[in-house]
């Protein structure tokens, strides 16, 4: 692409993972195979190359590891806390050894560049256990009333665009209260998951307490809808989160949703220009846009739009998009086939509804899933691309002159997730930020998550929270 | 002294929608009886129209009473109990008709419905401390958590509690900044439609409760289904079939859902029905050091 400066490759090495040609499924503390012998292909996104085959899991797994977890609750929730926190703290810690080799698979089978595996993922989710280690034996004074019980079996079904961060946020406060766990990681993406369940190995983890189950939709199906899961956590989009809550109704499973989002990045005309224009790349760049709190709409005040836009574009102009293993790059593959036909699709319609479409000059790779830096001007709120959640690097720009348009735009949708303002005067960004209907808002930055700050959405982003004292509840009969 | 021979008058029990005494639209009633079947009254037998019509009077109110100051909110709930307590006669008689309880066990029940507003308007300003605060996060950020109501609640009345159930399910809602669409017990509507008199007199804004008689069964699924309804308590919900429907109806939305469960109205509730209906709103800034040209984010 062309680009400002020309940079020599810096590929991180591959050899620091070590991927086997299958994997099974990971139940009661071994590897196995499915039942019906099913198997599926994981490939990186960035070369289509086959990374690895991979056991499917059907219903009948899905019983067999609800049942072992089952079994290993009775022990696991009776451990004392302090016990359960040094289980954690070991897989924190032998994540934070293995980091450089979890980072480097995670980009291999996700597509997403190695600074961001490197430098927030794994990081994260080192911080995740650490953090949920330490409430394991304070749990009595978290405020979830004295000795709060675990709820049981955690069936939990996790995205692809962070597969081993999510994990994470489904995994530590589970295990940290008590319950046992039956995990499926998106299809697109069970590398790491699997690689998590040999650390549990290492961890010397009771077997049963965290089981594995790599596998398609309808295997997460089956894990919300067996009989004997007492809790269901569900990252991942808004139709099925909507059929999860259906499936549950009527039954005593407590669910927790982390849905969809169509953040609003709000830039008002005091911003600071330059670090804007850094918040609104990070915004919607980061991980490609595959990201539920994105902030895919640019809210911008009129008078500053054009300057805005500008700088803006001289910085796309700048990104790299290429090999997500080296190291200088900033915008990696897309996850699927599948997810590029959708963001193609939703980019399409944005031009056949009128609005403008603008890319900086950009050379995709002839093979892999590649999608260049999009962003559509001229768009109103009735256009497509302005409502909904497109899930890749995709931004629309939108204008607003007073700070009620603003918040009146922002708040006009059905998500919830996120928002960003952007402004240097104080009282503003409290005023706006007390007015937006959104779980998390980001004033002047944007896509910061830390595991002691809760995360989760309003409207049909989702309910229930992740992250701080607040994730706790989700796991516990309070 | 009373004239024994003196007819009395005889109250027209009516909704409380918006701040307003409105029939049903749908210009039916339905006869109320005590627990040996006296008739008591016509109640107004509310329609999916009354219903509509009550969203959107709680949509309205939402903003005001949403941002209202906390402080507001518990002198308002506090002025509700005051005003309880000045027409106690009134709610004891309905209540031992309504239960068919004597004088004395209605009284209990009305007078912890009474402490049970005041119970809550203290929690007004307090709930935010409790369940919100500082996120320690590794950077240099400011990051802070605070509740923040959920939006329109659909409540469904407790079906044998008819007041002290009923303050439990209400006050909760609205002490955090919700506003409610309340459908009364069926069979026992008359100390809810009485209770918007009390509240109509104790400065709370019209619309914060709208309080329909009527059948859970018919208003319900419109309710659950209502895409401008944030979430669902199903207490009320007369059976399994019935709340299972509802739940389903109201992930179309994905409504905050409050399930059916077995409650004692007269022990102390803890939060959990005020946090049912409250979401975490968590906000981000840069701490940084101020350099010596300003701000260094």
Redesign the interface.
């Known amino acids: 692409m062309a680009s400002a400066f020309e940079y020599a490759p810096a590929p991180e090495s591959r050899s620091v993972v070590d991927i086997a040609p299958s994997y099974g499924l990971f139940i009661d503390g071994e590897f196995v195979d499915a039942a019906g012998g099913k198997v599926f292909k994981t490939v990186s996104p960035s070369t289509e190359e086959v990374l690895s085959e991979v056991a499917r899991a059907g219903a009948e797994d899905v019983d067999r590891a609800v049942r072992a977890a089952r079994k290993a609750f009775e022990k696991w929730s009776a451990l004392p806390g302090s016990e359960r926190a040094k289980y954690l703290f070991r897989i924190a810690r032998i994540i934070q050894e293995r980091s450089r080799e979890l980072a480097v698979l995670e980009t291999l089978d996700n597509g997403k560049p190695i600074k961001e595996t490197r430098d927030a993922d794994l990081p994260l989710v080192a911080?995740h256990f650490f953090y949920y280690a330490g409430w394991a034996d304070k749990l009595d004074h978290a405020?979830h009333?004295a000795n709060p019980r675990p709820l049981g079996v955690a069936g939990q079904v996790i995205p692809w665009n962070f597969p081993l961060l999510m994990l994470a946020w489904k995994i530590a406060p589970a295990l940290a209260t008590g319950n046992t766990v039956v995990l499926k990681p998106a299809e697109t993406t069970p590398l790491s998951a699997l690689f998590f369940a040999d650390i549990c190995r290492q961890a010397g983890l009771p077997k049963g307490v965290v089981n594995i189950l790599p596998g398609y939709g309808d295997a997460g199906a089956a894990l919300v809808e067996h009989p004997d899961v007492n809790k269901v956590a569900f990252t991942g989009s808004?139709a099925v989160?909507?059929?999860i809550?259906?499936s549950v109704?009527?039954t005593?499973k407590k669910l927790t949703?982390e849905?969809g989002g169509k953040g609003a990045n709000i830039v008002f005309d005091d911003a600071?220009i330059d670090?804007a224009v850094e918040g609104i790349v990070n915004g919607i760049f980061f991980n490609q846009g595959q990201v539920c709190c994105a902030g895919s709409r640019l809210l911008v005040q009129e008078s500053v739009q054009d300057e805005l836009l500008d700088a803006l574009k001289r910085r796309l102009s700048t990104l790299r998009l290429g090999d997500p293993l080296d190291k200088n790059t900033d915008i990696g593959a897309i996850n699927s086939s599948e997810q590029l036909a959708r963001i193609t699709t939703l980019v399409e319609q944005g031009e056949a509804e009128g609005a403008e479409r603008w890319s900086p000059a950009c050379e995709l790779p002839s093979s892999g899933y590649w999608f260049a830096p999009t962003l559509f001007t001229g768009v109103t709120q009735a256009h497509t691309i302005a409502r909904d959640e497109i899930f890749g690097p995709v931004l629309s720009v939108l204008s607003f002159r007073t700070p009620d348009e603003a918040v009146a735009k922002a708040n006009n949708s059905?998500y919830g997730l996120s928002a960003g303002i952007w402004t240097?005067k104080g009282s503003r960004?409290l005023a706006v930020?007390n007015k937006?209907r959104?779980?998390?808002?980001?004033?002047?930055?944007f896509n910061?998550f830390?595991p002691?700050?809760?995360?989760?959405g309003?409207?049909?982003s989702?309910?229930g929270?992740e992250g701080?004292?607040?994730g706790l509840e989700a796991y516990l009969d309070? | 002294m009373s004239d024994a021979n003196r007819l009395s008058v005889f109250k027209t029990y009516k909704l409380y929608v918006g701040g307003k005494f409105p029939r049903s639209e749908s210009g039916r009633v339905y006869e109320v009886t005590d627990s040996k079947g006296k008739w008591l009254a016509n109640a107004p037998l509310s329609s999916r129209k009354d219903a509509r019509d009550a969203v959107v009077a709680a949509r309205k109110a939402f903003g005001g009473w949403a941002g209202a100051t906390a402080y507001n909110r518990g002198q308002i709930l506090y002025r509700v109990a005051e005003m309880l307590e000045g027409r106690k006669g009134q709610f004891v008689h309905e209540v031992a008709d309504a239960e068919g309880l004597s004088r004395n066990k209605a009284a209990v029940l009305v007078e912890a419905a009474i402490d049970r507003w005041v119970w809550y308007a203290g929690w007004t300003d307090k709930i935010a401390q409790v369940t919100g605060g500082a996120n320690p996060v590794a950077g240099p950020y400011f990051n802070l958590s605070t509740p923040e109501p959920t939006g329109v609640v659909t409540v469904l009345a407790p079906q044998d509690s008819s007041f002290l159930g009923l303050v439990s399910v209400i006050a909760p809602v609205i002490a955090t900044g919700n506003t409610a669409v309340v459908v009364a017990s069926e069979r026992a509507p008359l100390p809810a439609l009485s209770l918007g008199e009390v509240l109509a007199t104790s400065d709370l804004p019209g619309g914060v409760v709208n309080i329909l008689s009527g059948k859970a069964s018919e208003m319900g699924p419109h309710l659950a289904a209502h895409q401008d309804v944030n979430a669902i308590d199903l207490t009320g919900a007369s059976d399994d079939d019935l709340a299972r429907e509802l739940e389903i109806a109201a992930a179309d939305n994905l409504k905050r859902v409050l399930r059916r469960r077995t409650e004692d109205f007269a022990e102390s509730p803890g939060t959990d029905r005020m946090t049912a209906f409250l979401e975490t709103k968590t906000v981000w800034h840069p701490t940084g050091s101020l350099g010596a040209s300003g701000s260094s984010y």
């Open positions: 911080a405020g009333g808004t989160g909507k059929a809550a259906r109704a009527g005593d949703l849905l600071p670090q059905q240097e960004i930020a937006l959104a779980g998390v808002v980001w004033a002047n930055t910061k830390d002691t700050s809760p995360f989760g309003y409207k049909e989702g309910f929270r701080g004292r607040h309070v």
